[in-house]
């Protein structure tokens, strides 16, 4: 069955740097717009950048635009997460998320509505950034 796990969360300091992977299985991912979301204890969860299933259109959050990059290699079934210059704020629980695989998903929409066709999600992995 289909099932997305992420990885490479952790501690890093203010200014470091962290790559997430999130590995999927059940599912071939080149059919799937992917996207990185993040939830603080007490907040609704965020959508971080979404990535269409062809790697042709990218949204990034203002907050991490600059900062984070996604990418994705289908051959591997995976989709990255590469966190640099790190805050205090970027602290969260992060999630990978794919859309129902059906294609032409607005991958602005998909970040800014984690409900909107984000259909498998993976459980998440924490990031703390704190010196």
Known sequence: QVRLVESGGGLAQPGGS?????????????YYAVGWFRQAPGKEREGISCLS????????????QGRF?????NAKNTV??????????????????TDDGFGGTPVQRMCLEPTY?????????QVTVSS
């Open 53 to 64: 299933s062809s790697a042709e259109t990218l949204f990034t959050t203002e907050s991490v």
């Open 18 to 30: 962290l790559r997430l992977s999130c590995e999927a299985s059940g599912l071939s991912l080149h």
């Open 80 to 97: 990255y997460l590469q966190m640099d210059s790190l805050k205090p704020e970027d602290t969260a629980v992060y999630y990978c998320a």
């Open 117 to 125: 066709r984000n259909n498998y999600w993976g459980l998440g992995t």
């Open 69 to 73: 990059t996604i990418s994705r290699d």
